[in-house]
């Protein structure tokens, strides 16, 4: 049996030959701490979040503009 490290070795040389990349992009971007139940907590998708969970939010400018966004059938929910 052929072990595990070598077959890793083995890929990590051979992908790149094949055209197997990744790509790696940078950027910026502003990261915070919100506690969801401090504010009405109510999602996009029309149920709330907690604390307990990882959230990630886009402005209302971001969502509503968003190429092949539609009206948030949620509002007034």
């Known amino acids: 049996m052929i072990p595990l490290s070598t077959i890793i070795l083995s890929l990590?040389?051979?992908l790149?030959?094949?055209g197997v990349?990744?790509?790696?992009?940078?950027?910026t971007g502003t990261l915070f701490q919100y506690d969801p139940t401090a504010g009405s907590g109510l999602g996009a998708?029309?149920?709330?979040?907690?604390?307990d969970q990882a959230?990630?939010?886009?402005?209302?400018?971001?969502?509503?503009?968003?190429?092949g966004a539609t009206g948030n059938p949620n509002d007034g929910v």
């Open 12 to 14: 990590t040389f051979a």
């Open 45 to 51: 998708c029309g149920w709330k979040n907690t604390s």
């Open 21 to 27: 990349s990744s790509a790696v992009e940078n950027g």
């Open 55 to 67: 959230v990630g939010t886009v402005s209302t400018t971001t969502f509503n503009n968003y190429p």
């Open 16 to 18: 790149p030959s094949i």
